[in-house]
């Protein structure tokens, strides 16, 4: 995900048992918000929460700040490719 500066992305709760990782490894600072908590995610980290919860992605920063999230939905898919 792309943020520009000052702004906010709202995540949208996935089904019950989802879970959720927010990888910043690109550039930019990025504040979580998941469940009342904040946790302020920079190049590099990784943090992994529940993905059925309320949650949001902010820039405070003045550049813009590139992470990417990975979504586990539950229960896991299987398949077999041939």
């Not at 990888?23 to 504040?31: D, H, L, S, V």
């Not at 993905?51 to 539950?74: C, L």
């Amino acid at each position: 995900m792309e943020i520009a500066p000052g702004s906010r992305i709202a995540g949208v709760p996935h089904k019950t048992g989802t879970q959720e990782y927010l990888i910043t490894c690109e550039k930019g600072a990025i504040e979580l918000a998941v469940t009342g908590e904040k946790h302020l995610l920079h190049a590099g980290d990784v943090v992994a929460f529940r993905g059925d919860q309320k949650h949001s992605y902010m820039n405070h920063e003045r550049e813009t700040a590139i992470g990417f999230s990975m979504v586990v939905f539950s229960p896991y898919l299987t398949f077999r490719i041939k």
